[in-house]
């Protein structure tokens, strides 16, 4: 069944409808707020919470744009919301990530590649975790989950020239944190 005919009884009370919309956007809801969170059970929360509101605003979705675009306005909202409300308790300072052991040349030829990856996304989550919320955001729509620019500037509401300016500075950001864990300019691993 399309997403139309499964928002459409789903807006008329369709239980299964509307379990037939979890399961075709759970997966990509958890990856997006994991994203985040980098905490499986909290992006699972998450994810649960996104679906609440989504089923108790079903009923103001006009088919005015895409669902997807406005089920990912919500999820990103929410994610915010979240991200905001985290921060108040506990501000991220580089310096907690000062010990953060990297392998060096001669380890990443003896241990697998896929520990390598393992290490280096975990690295940048981290850095990218210090990040101020806006360029967390874009990055992360952009260059972790692969949105479109036009996708971006219909979820987060901005134009596509703030898009690429917001994108430029963040990557410029992360490039410039993430300076001490790469081993100087560029450094040894890609980013």
């Given at each position: 069944m399309e997403d139309k005919a499964l928002i459409v009884e789903a807006q008329r009370g369709g239980r299964e409808a509307f379990e037939a919309i979890v399961k075709r956007y759970e997966k990509k809801v958890f990856h997006l707020a994991y994203g985040f969170v980098q905490d499986r059970a909290a992006a699972d929360d998450l994810a649960q919470e996104i679906f609440v509101k989504v089923y108790f605003s079903l009923s103001k979705f006009h088919f005015k744009s895409e669902f997807g675009t406005w089920f990912y306005r919500i999820a990103v909202n929410h994610i915010k919301d979240h991200l905001r409300k985290v921060s108040r308790r506990k501000e991220v300072s580089l310096e907690e990530f000062e010990n953060v052991p990297l392998a060096?040349?001669?380890?990443?030829?003896?241990?697998?590649?896929?520990?390598?990856?393992?290490?280096?996304?975990?690295?940048?989550?981290r850095v990218l975790a210090t990040l101020p919320q806006k360029y967390r955001m874009i990055l992360t729509l952009r260059d972790v989950k692969g949105f479109s620019y036009k996708e971006i500037t219909r979820v987060l509401k901005i134009s596509p020239g703030t898009v690429d300016s917001r994108l430029h500075r963040a990557r410029k950001l992360l490039r410039k944190k993430m300076t001490p864990y790469l081993g100087g300019e560029g450094g040894a691993y890609e980013v």
């Open positions: 060096t040349d001669d380890q990443v030829k003896e241990r697998e590649q896929s520990q390598a990856d393992d290490l280096k996304k975990k690295i940048v989550f």
